[in-house]
């Protein structure tokens, strides 16, 4: 076991045995072999103790000045990489800021200093959580709960008011360990223009899926009469063509209603559709929805719900996004005669509600970009060559404003089973 005292402390230690203990040890043993034992004569007994302890100081005192070089380098080096550190944390082009838990700013770099729209001798005096919370978001308190418990965060999204008044977007991240117990090491990443810039392509897109709604309204509408009306006048060739119209339209008509809900989703602008609604009915008229696919393929549909129905009051827009794409993907992506399983349960105030089959699955390394924007699993791709890559992304963001998450569980050619708890309140 390695013993680690103070260096005050060591020094005095060493004092006390080259001066006071080396010479009474010294001193007991030539009484000892002269007095006590009569080995040698005293005068010359002494003159070895004195002669040995000498020759030890001598030899201590000739590797002191190496040592202290080497002592004088390590903490000129200490020095200099504390120097190079303070220089980095106040030059870095990433605004940082420490933090007490109450949320007092303790020291701040420059960059820090330039967002927050203040001063240096003014800095200490803001509370970081005061500037979330003048910009009014709820997500901001489950980051303060979250450092205030001791859990690091990673690339949080907020929205923070400067000290002149202005809204900025940051990416958050917070060090709650390595720092101190009592402060938090904060980096503030200015993603204002990264986040206008997204909502511009936002409104442009909801923009031309409103436009392209009525014509493809339009090419439906017609070709429709053209197939329901009177075809005798049409050959067969036509009557192929005219189905073909219809289909391709309807498949716009799909990318388009997609386009949208992202859209409205980013832009904040999807208006919610409050009903109170018998979910063991509702998960059944989904899965009515693919009955043609269900029929198609042969696929068995288990439907799990508790003996005591749920009336439950929920966004029904929202609901159908996220049962909708689960069930619709299921039924796509399962082989013929497979197995579909889509049930719930309620635990306390949570409801989990589930969507697993035994279809193509997804390889594991694909897994954590499945609900990313336009991404596509490479199996799901080579089974159908058709999609955007949205309806996963468009299903979390809809679980997530409901308050809920999900998580997926897969295995290539084994199945997939998606899981979405919300909380009920």
Same mark, same amino acid.
């Given at each position: ?39 040698? @004569?005293?005068?010359?007994? $002494? ?17 002191? @000045?190496?040592?202290? #070089? ?24 990433? @605004? ?38 003048? #910009? ?45 117990? *009592? ?23 909801? $923009? ?86 269900? #029929? ?5 549909? #288990?439907? *799990?719900?508790?003996?005591? @129905? ?72 080579? *089974? ?42």
């Amino acid at each position: 076991m390695q013993l680690f005292l103070p260096p005050y402390l060591l020094y005095w230690l060493r004092v006390a045995w080259l001066f006071v203990l080396l010479p009474a040890l010294l001193f007991g043993v030539w009484w000892l072999l002269s007095i006590e034992l009569t080995v040698f @004569p005293p005068a010359l007994t $002494l003159a070895l103790c004195l002669t040995g302890m000498m020759g030890y100081l001598w030899f201590r005192l000739q590797a002191l @000045p190496k040592r202290y #070089a080497a002592k004088l380098h390590a903490a000129d080096a200490l020095q200099a990489s504390q120097a190079e550190f303070a220089h980095l944390f106040e030059h870095s082009p990433v @605004p940082y800021v420490k933090v007490t838990s109450d949320g007092s700013i303790t020291k701040a770099n420059l960059a820090a200093i330039r967002l927050l729209a203040t001063q240096t001798d003014r800095v200490t005096t803001l509370n970081l959580y005061q500037l979330f919370d003048a #910009a009014g978001t709820d997500e901001w308190q489950m980051v303060r709960s979250k450092v205030l418990q001791g859990v690091s965060i990673q690339d949080q999204e907020s929205i923070l008011v400067t000290v002149d008044g202005h809204q900025r977007w940051v990416r958050l991240s917070v060090f709650v360990s390595g720092v101190s117990d *009592e402060e938090a090491l904060v980096t503030l990443v200015d993603i204002t223009q990264q986040k206008k810039i997204d909502q511009a392509k936002s409104e442009f897109v909801a $923009l031309a899926s409103h436009q392209l709604r009525t014509p493809i309204a339009a090419i439906t509408w017609n070709a429709e009469l053209m197939t329901h009306g009177d075809t005798s006048g049409f050959t067969e060739k036509q009557l192929r063509y005219a189905d073909k119209i219809t289909a391709n339209a309807q498949r716009m008509k799909a990318l388009i209603d997609d386009f949208l809900s992202v859209s409205q989703l980013e832009t904040g602008t999807f208006q919610a559709d409050m009903q109170e609604i018998d979910l063991s009915q509702y998960l059944q008229e989904i899965i009515d929805e693919f009955e043609g696919t269900i #029929a198609q393929k042969q696929l068995q549909v #288990a439907l *799990e719900t508790p003996p005591q @129905p749920l009336v439950w009051q929920t966004d029904r827009r929202l609901l159908h996004i996220v049962t909708s794409n689960l069930v619709s993907n299921a039924a796509k992506y399962t082989p013929a005669n497979g197995r579909l399983h889509v049930g719930y349960n309620i635990n306390g105030r949570t409801l989990t509600f589930w969507v697993a089959d035994s279809g193509i699955g997804i390889p594991s390394n694909e897994l954590e970009n499945l609900f990313s924007k336009f991404y596509r699993a490479s199996n799901a791709r080579k *089974e159908r060559a058709q999609g955007t890559g949205l309806g996963l992304y468009i299903v979390k963001q809809s679980v997530e404003m409901l308050g809920g998450q999900i998580t997926v569980q897969s295995r290539q050619d084994a199945g997939t089973t998606f899981t979405v708890t919300i909380p009920l309140a």
